[in-house]
């Protein structure tokens, strides 16, 4: 049965399994009463914000204004707290240093066109501000974000983190074609596995995309 991030679908379709008594594995998105198996999200998160943070100290001395999480709103509250995570690393990280402001924008759909449209929204109503950390829930909608940026020239103010390690992120990790300053991939941060592994049965390395 294909995965779906709809909670009340899922909610829905356990009812129906736990009837006719079939055992259920949820694979990375989280089902009622099923054995999970996937990611800690609220660790990934975390680490997810760490990364964000260590990129803001050393490329913006640790000055940031802005923290924009992208969350899916219809994935549940284990799938948000990724978000969530990355919140609490870069609150305990930075805010010694500086004092961001924390926005969460939330999205209907995992869909790059939409995180693009919110993350433009936002910049444009921020044309002056520097220092905007976004965590994205999932690659998709950071990859979405960057291509944001990316349009409205804001490379060097912004920094990005996704989830998930999907084929085009990874691709716009490791690309060497272009300066870290003008088009924000940051080599310096790098895919790296859990320094503290979830308790789940699986382990997920957060996509990171400073600009």
Request: hydrophobic share 35%; net charge positive; glycine share 6%.
């Amino acid at each position: 049965m294909n995965s779906r991030s709809i909670s009340t679908w899922r909610r829905c379709s356990q009812t129906r399994i736990d009837a006719a008594g079939i055992p259920l594995i949820a694979v990375d998105i989280p089902h009622p009463h099923a054995t999970f198996f996937g990611v800690n999200n609220y660790r990934v998160g975390y680490e997810a914000g760490e990364c964000l943070a260590q990129y803001a100290k050393r490329n913006w001395s640790g000055k940031v204004r802005w923290a924009l999480g992208l969350d899916i709103d219809e994935a549940g509250p284990l799938v948000r707290s990724r978000v969530t995570g990355a919140f609490e690393a870069i609150r305990f990280t930075i805010t010694r240093n500086s004092h961001p402001n924390f926005w969460s924008e939330w999205m209907r759909g995992d869909c790059a066109n939409k995180s693009c449209q919110l993350v433009t929204d936002f910049l444009r109503r921020h044309p002056k501000d520097r220092g905007i950390l976004i965590a994205a829930a999932t690659d998709t909608s950071a990859l979405g974000a960057v291509q944001a940026v990316r349009e409205l020239k804001r490379e060097k103010h912004v920094a990005i983190v996704g989830q998930d390690c999907i084929p085009e992120a990874l691709e716009e990790i490791s690309n060497t074609d272009k300066p870290v300053d003008r088009v924000g991939v940051a080599r310096g941060a790098k895919l790296r596995p859990s320094a503290h592994p979830s308790r789940t049965l699986a382990s997920q390395w957060p996509s990171c995309c400073p600009l």
